[in-house]
């Protein structure tokens, strides 16, 4: 099995690293290979234009989604572009581990899957990617009552559904701990344990035995 792991946190002692770090050990004991991308570690650039490609000609007014499919098929994308793309390219599934800011991604993250997830590569007419399993592992404010749970759920399912559901991949159950700034120690251990659970279930379980699965 291969796994990209994609981690979007600026603080390596943040408990999203905790969860990424767990995936890391549990995943390579289950005998996985591993792609890890740590978007703040490496200052991944978030804004995409005209600078992902090389050598663009002039095609009048800026377009991404040309200017995507036209260095996809003359090999013209920056460096970072290319790395992430090859990881995907020879990944089964995507693991994107990730604070909800705002209701959303953190401005790294949907950096890239703007720059990353480009038209004529992961979507549109003649893509080339085979779609894959994508997973989420969410941190959030926390939640004071049901209604706040069902909330944070569609939104997350919104938040698979745009961008995954319409690319055609397989969204997994995503693992979401809610209000860990307000957990104590035995309540954060007690969190990574169902994390390790959950990617041993929905991961290599399901891998193994051939289950389908679905957010």
């Excluded at 995503?174 to 700034?181: K, L, M, N, R």
Aim: glycine share 6%.
């Amino acid at each position: 099995m291969n796994i990209h792991l994609v981690v979007a946190h600026p603080e390596k002692q943040s408990f999203n690293f905790a969860l990424h770090e767990l995936a890391v050990r549990v995943l390579t004991e289950q005998g996985a290979t591993l792609r890890i991308t740590d978007l703040y570690g490496e200052q991944f650039d978030p804004v995409a234009g005209h600078n992902d490609v090389i050598n663009l000609p002039e095609l009048g007014a800026f377009n991404l989604a040309k200017a995507q499919r036209w260095a996809l098929e003359h090999q013209a994308f920056c460096a970072d572009i290319y790395q992430e793309q090859e990881k995907l390219i020879v990944s089964d599934v995507l693991v994107m581990q990730f604070p909800l800011w705002w209701w959303s991604f953190p401005a790294v993250l949907k950096g890239w899957i703007d720059r990353v997830l480009s038209s004529g590569f992961a979507y549109g007419e003649g893509a080339s990617l085979a779609p894959k399993k994508v997973m989420y592992s969410i941190t959030t404010g926390g939640a004071s009552d049901q209604a706040e749970l069902d909330y944070y759920r569609d939104k997350i399912a919104g938040l698979y559904q745009d961008i995954f559901g319409f690319i055609g991949w397989q969204a997994l159950p995503p693992f979401i701990a809610h209000g860990v700034q307000k957990k104590s120690l035995p309540e954060r251990r007690s969190l990574l344990e169902q994390y390790e659970r959950h990617l041993l279930t929905h991961l290599v379980e399901s891998q193994t035995t051939g289950v389908a699965e679905h957010a």
